[in-house]
């Protein structure tokens, strides 16, 4: 039974490496706003699987999941994100990050698509204050540089304005280490 | 891009290899250290250590491993100087070796440990101790050894034809004439023959003797036996054989520096006449060194080639992989298992014995595979005590103690992945008992114990379990003070600590805010950390027991599972959650009996045969759903870790399976109750419980939690 599930590498970059101060960010909503990681950090987008609740982890912590075989920790983002929680729907996704010393499952609402975002489309999470939050990297603007002619009309209707806002997350901090009953 | 894959592969390869003779060398020192207290050397020991670090060396060079390659050279030079007896082996010389190895062990380490080791300081020692060069008098002297014979020993034989004139051992002039047609063999067998009563020092040709297809050789050979013993064992009655005796008058001794250094074979020509070699009543030579049972010398070629004999090394991460695999097949047979079920439920009888039968062999396979998978992962326990070894031979040196250690059941297996693990605890538990437990010499002997303090580490298989016992022989901890202690830091109230029995108050130790405590660390004779120990332990699904008497000693057990791959678990259900629990800490599964359950100080209990179980309801604990009642859970499943016993509550018992226990990711670990979890088949994961962890939580008074209890 072949697991229903992307490469990220194979359909979502159109160019795996990262030239000129253009980097590549995977866009994806989670409740009414819509993020973004770094290609880089993607491992794969799948399903959602058959998910086992671990009793006294942290609440934003779904459960475990299997992956081929692998133990591995989901994080329900709407928690980490700190947005009410929400029905799951046909759309909904796991991604698949590595942060560095572990491989863990996001639980986001949809995978929109990549943008490979300019520095000047960039700007740094400083705009926002002193108290932002430590994952939130920055603010992608893909709407200061060309539209994607591929967008689809309903992606486009995510967003009211033509000025598209992506939060950009670091996935480390964003993953860290949480402290069991935290 | 693959060769940089090769590369690293070769590296790994290194590292392994590195590890090897690292712990080979730092047995060879431990035999040394043994060798020196009995008053004895060990010059193969010594040749060994010689090679390993050679080896060591040249690898590390090949490798780029520069730092270790610079270590090794140091090392290597001592070893030489050792060998040939320009030093002289004591405790302060082996102090400096035993460093190194730790040296090389931490060059190996992560960068931090790397950048701890100071090449150029530890150089500067072991030049240090260089210079100091015990001046020799020169036994050769008082011999009947002629210059034209010394002069071609090299520097290594010169230094074994001493060292052995100094152990009072008898040294021998043999003279035989071999065929030139099989000199090899023939030598060989001769070599062979001497091998086990003497030391051969040197052998040479003494062209002499010879005569067309004949060639003498004359050979120098140390030994305790009298000659007509070596005469006896060498069975060649054309052999000549004679002692070389000391001198009658030590007046005018030839030096040595007169003999010509480096000179060939050949020289030996002019020798034989000059040689006094009285062939008649043989007078063994005593000298006043105790004469010590030596080992043959054998042919260092030899050594370094037996070890690579059938033995294959091979990375315990593939056999994690080839673990997993099995696991996987254990899913497969399981669904093949149904699929015949179901076959012989429908129409086609005949193929379905087929299918039964097949599957039947399938299964029998099956079991072999997994069993040799987990054969392959045994290790023997030795591996870990020989570090053991090193660490007591370390602190005892450090703390001037005289400490001895005796193993018991070395050759005992169990799972590489716990003998390392188990690596830290023990090393942790040793050291306690030299720093606190054992006494300084003068208070034993005031005492009226033996001076030397004894350690002893016995370890035995019981059932799936390994039970490893570290006793000492020292102080012991008083429960009393640990009991004032405890309420005195407030781990304990005042109540909760005279209600607990001697052996739980010894236990208290393994309390966090207990042990830390460094106050306390000194009055009850036991170190900090002994949290740490009891975590790693049952970390590995193992307890940790500890019993002392005052005066007489503290003995720590350590139980552990042999294994922790494929394990039989029992699965069941609570509140419609499957969860799982290795079947070896599972005493039995009894039907609840509800009418019978009693509330004592908050605790429910039942009473099972007479004695008294405590019951942990698993929704609560894991706060499942709403507060259990005696309608939904029916059974009770009796665990029991170390000598403590517990009755999980559950809905319903779902059978027993062999499973793969896989950790959970970093993020999970260390999740209290929860071991691991494993996939059943149909990818969706079960969790795993960590019986000993649970006990622990649900009988273990938490520090807290006492005082909390005490405060209300």
Do not use: W
Not at chain 2, 329 to 339: D, H, I, K
């Amino acid at each position: 039974m072949s697991q229903p599930q992307v490469k990220a590498t194979k359909n979502y970059a159109p160019e795996p490496t990262e030239e000129g101060g253009v980097r590549e960010f995977l866009a994806f909503v989670v409740a009414s706003e819509t993020y973004a990681l770094p290609l880089s950090c993607i491992r794969e987008i799948m399903r959602v699987p058959s998910v086992t609740p671990v009793p006294r982890a942290q609440r934003e912590v779904l459960g475990i999941i299997s992956v081929r075989g692998q133990v591995t920790t989901l994080i329900d983002l709407r928690q980490r994100l700190r947005v009410p929680a929400g029905p799951t729907s046909s759309r909904t996704r796991v991604l698949l990050v590595d942060q560095g010393d572990e491989i863990m499952g996001l639980l986001c609402d949809r995978v929109q698509q990549v943008h490979r975002l300019s520095e000047k489309e960039v700007e740094l999470a400083s705009v926002l204050g002193a108290d932002a939050a430590s994952y939130v990297m920055g603010i992608g603007r893909p709407g200061q540089g060309e539209r994607k002619a591929e967008s689809t009309a309903e992606e486009r209707a995510d967003h009211d304005s033509e000025d598209e806002i992506l939060i950009l997350l670091d996935p480390i901090a964003l993953l860290k280490r949480q402290v069991n009953h935290g | 891009m693959v060769s940089g894959k090769d590369g690293e592969r070769a590296k790994e390869e290194f590292l392994a290899e590195a590890q090897e003779l690292i712990e080979g060398l730092s047995r060879g020192l431990l035999e040394l250290d043994t060798g020196i207290k009995q008053g004895q050397r060990s010059p193969d020991t010594v040749n060994d250590l010689f090679r390993g670090v050679h080896t060591l060396k040249g690898l590390s060079g090949m490798f780029g491993f520069e730092r270790l390659g610079r270590m090794s050279h140091v090392l290597e030079d001592m070893l030489e100087d050792l060998r040939l007896g320009r030093v002289e082996l004591t405790q302060q010389v082996l102090d400096v070796l035993f460093e190194g190895v730790d040296n090389f062990q931490r060059l190996l380490g992560d960068p931090a440990e790397q950048a701890s080791v100071d090449v150029e300081t530890f150089s500067g020692r072991v030049h240090g101790l260089a210079r100091s060069k015990v001046k020799q008098h020169n036994i050769l002297e008082e011999f009947e050894l002629d210059a034209s014979m010394l002069g071609v020993l090299t520097e290594y034989e010169e230094h074994r034809l001493r060292t052995n004139l100094e152990q009072g051992l008898t040294v021998y002039r043999l003279r035989v004439r071999l065929a030139l047609d099989v000199i090899d063999t023939a030598l060989d067998s001769l070599k062979e023959r001497v091998k086990n009563l003497a030391e051969i020092i040197t052998y040479l040709p003494s062209m002499d003797g010879g005569g067309g297809d004949e060639i003498e050789i004359e050979m120098l050979l140390a030994s305790k036996k009298s000659e007509a013993e070596v005469r006896t064992a060498l069975g060649r009655p054309d052999a000549k054989l004679s002692s070389v005796e000391r001198r009658k008058t030590a007046a005018a001794p030839k030096p040595l520096t007169a003999a010509t250094p480096a000179v060939t074979a050949a020289a030996a020509k002019e020798s034989p006449a000059a040689a006094p070699a009285p062939a008649a009543a043989v007078v063994a030579v005593k000298v006043e060194a105790p004469s010590a049972p030596k080992k043959s010398a054998a042919e260092g070629g030899d050594v370094s080639l037996r070890s690579i004999t059938s033995v294959v090394r091979v990375d315990i991460r593939k056999l994690d992989h080839l673990m997993n695999v099995v696991g996987e097949l254990g899913t497969v047979r399981a669904a093949v298992a149904r699929l015949v079920e179901r076959l012989r439920a429908g129409a086609a009888p005949a193929l379905s014995s087929e299918a039964h039968r097949i599957h039947r062999a399938f299964q029998r396979h099956l079991a072999e595979v997994q069993e040799s998978v987990l054969d392959i992962r045994m290790v023997p326990l030795s591996q870990l005590f020989d570090k053991v070894a090193v660490v007591v031979r370390q602190v005892a040196r450090e703390q001037s103690k005289e400490v001895k250690l005796a193993v018991v059941g070395a050759e005992t297996e169990v799972d590489k992945l716990i003998a390392e693990e188990l690596a830290d605890p023990m090393m942790h538990i040793v050291r306690n008992a030299i720093d606190h437990g054992i006494e300084s010499t003068e208070v034993r002997t005031k005492n009226g114990k033996p001076t030397t303090g004894t350690l002893t580490v016995v370890a035995h298989q019981k059932g799936n379990h390994v039970v490893i016992e570290l006793s000492d022989d020292g102080r012991g901890i008083d429960s009393n003070v640990i009991r004032e202690a405890a309420v005195r830091k407030g781990v304990l109230s005042e109540q909760a600590a005279s209600d607990l029995t001697r052996e739980e108050l010894l236990n208290v130790i393994f309390m966090p805010g207990f042990s830390t405590a460094r106050e306390v660390t000194d009055i009850s004779g036991r170190g900090v950390g002994m949290d740490v120990v009891k975590t790693n332990i049952t970390r590995l699904g193992g307890a940790v027991d500890i019993d002392s008497e005052k005066g007489g000693g503290t003995k720590v057990t350590i139980t552990l599972p042999i294994t922790l791959a494929i394990i039989s678990a029992l699965l069941f259900e609570v509140r419609g959650r499957l969860f799982a629990i290795p079947l070896a800490v599972v005493q039995e599964a009894l039907r609840m009996p509800s009418q019978a359950v009693r509330t004592v100080d908050g605790r429910e209990v039942i009473t099972l045969r007479g004695t008294t179980l405590p019951l942990c309801r698993l929704a609560e604990l894991f706060a499942l759903g709403p507060i259990a009642d005696d309608a939904t859970e029916h059974y009770v499943i009796v665990v029991s870790v170390g000598n403590k016993r517990l009755g999980m509550c559950v809905e319903r018992l779902s059978g027993q399976q062999d499973i793969v226990i896989k950790g959970l990711g970093r993020s999970l670990a260390g999740t209290p109750g929860i071991s691991g979890a494993t996939d059943l088949g149909d990818q969706h994961l079960v969790l795993v419980l960590d019986a000993a962890s649970i006990i622990e939580e649900v009988l273990l008074p938490r520090a807290g939690v006492l005082a909390v209890g005490v405060a209300t």
